[in-house]
């Protein structure tokens, strides 16, 4: 067990829709990632977050938003969902920006967008 | 971040110890070299990382050449449960231009009974 917790762990969904997928870091960890992993794709990185602030960005689609909140849980909201975004997305944590920055991955949430 | 070059498959016989190799040329003089591996479908999990010094811990042991170019993550007595894709990365471990992890194809290494 990472100690990062991922919601919801499936999730099916229409295309044109919108879905909000939610993690919580690890405790006392402030910066949160976000990963999407497609069979075609492999694992990426989309979006990174600071103790609230966006810090990096990867390949992350504009109908793809992310937020940190307070008390540092994270949500990536998807939305005019595609075929494609069919994936499973993953959050990871890690201590911040000046430790070593070993990441700790989420169990991830499945999303099939039929 | 340097690129990496690892070997897309292994055989293991359980118990005895696999060897994964990593090559990473263009590493830079700031860049560690951090393994995670991914057993199917989970969340990556972080197993070791160095900068030039052999580093062990209590899932495995990294040696990384002194040139720094390749490296070799080592699973003393691989188990059943060590069938998983490994992943080798290079990147920088501290400061405040992005800590994101660049996966490749990695390594996947199915032990065997």
């Known amino acids: 067990d990472s100690g990062v917790t991922q919601t919801p762990k499936h999730l099916i969904t229409a295309t044109g829709q919108r879905v909000t997928l939610r993690c919580s870091p690890r405790?006392?960890?402030?910066?949160v990632y976000w990963y999407q992993q497609s069979l075609d794709q492999g694992l990426q990185f989309l979006i990174q977050?600071?103790?609230?602030?966006?810090?990096a960005k990867g390949n992350i689609l504009e109908r793809f938003s992310a937020q940190q909140f307070p008390d540092l849980h994270s949500e990536l909201n998807l939305s005019s969902l595609e075929l494609g975004d069919s994936a499973l997305y993953f959050c990871?944590?890690?201590?911040?920006?000046?430790?070593?920055?070993?990441?700790?991955f989420g169990p991830g949430t499945r999303l099939t967008v039929l | 971040d340097a690129k990496t070059t690892q070997p897309p498959s292994m055989d293991c016989a359980e118990g005895r110890a696999a060897n994964l190799p990593c090559n990473h040329s263009?590493?830079?003089?700031?860049?560690?070299v951090y393994w995670y591996r991914q057993i199917h479908s989970q969340g990556p999990q972080y197993i070791i990382h160095g900068l030039k010094n052999n580093e062990t811990n209590e899932m495995a042991s990294l040696i990384i050449t002194e040139d720094r170019k390749s490296s070799t993550l080592i699973l003393p007595h691989a188990t059943l449960r060590d069938t998983a894709v490994y992943y080798c990365?290079?990147?920088?471990?501290?400061?405040?231009?992005?800590?994101?992890?660049?996966f490749g194809e990695g390594t996947q290494l199915t032990v065997n009974p």
């Open positions: 405790s006392g960890d402030l910066s």
């Open positions: 263009t590493i830079s003089g700031n860049e560690y």
């Open positions: 990871a944590s890690s201590g911040g920006v000046t430790q070593y920055n070993e990441q700790f």
């Open positions: 977050y600071y103790n609230g602030e966006e810090r």
């Open positions: 990365i290079v990147r920088v471990a501290k400061g405040t231009s992005g800590s994101r992890l660049t």
